[in-house]
């Protein structure tokens, strides 16, 4: 059984930056595209950015283009978001997602990713 998670949240200024990394283990020899969805109360949870299993593409959404920075780590199935000039409005719960069905890059939220449990990242100003 696969299992994702993640580590890195925490509270910081707006401006500031933050890096989020993110695990998935469990089945050997599997590669998972992966990616990052964020929530906030009342609210549906939606896309941040994906990356494909071997790393040479990746996807953002349009809010986040040009301050987000997803990337694979050394160790298999391990994913970072690099976080800057982070905005109030960044504030949510942040959300891993492994993916061997290959949706992630179209954005889209499935039951059929492999969630992690969330960390918060919380921006003030």
């Known amino acids: 059984q696969v299992r994702v998670v993640e580590s890195g949240g925490g509270s910081v200024q707006a401006g500031d930056s933050l890096r989020l990394s993110c695990a998935a283990s469990?089945?050997?020899?599997?590669?998972?595209?992966m990616g990052w969805f964020r929530q906030t109360p009342g609210k549906e949870r939606e896309f941040v950015a994906a990356?494909?299993?071997?790393?040479?593409?990746?996807f953002y959404a349009d809010a986040v283009k040009g301050r987000f920075t997803i990337s694979r780590g050394k160790a298999e199935n391990t994913v970072t978001l690099q976080m800057a000039s982070l905005k109030t409005e960044d504030t949510a719960v942040y959300y891993c997602?492994?993916?061997?069905?290959?949706?992630?890059?179209?954005?889209?939220?499935?039951?059929?990713?492999?969630w992690g449990q969330g960390t918060q990242v919380t921006v003030n100003s």
């Open positions: 990356i494909s299993w071997s790393g040479s593409s990746t």
């Open positions: 469990g089945r050997p020899d599997s590669s998972y595209a």
């Open positions: 997602a492994a993916d061997s069905s290959g949706f992630i890059a179209t954005g889209a939220v499935r039951d059929d990713y492999t």
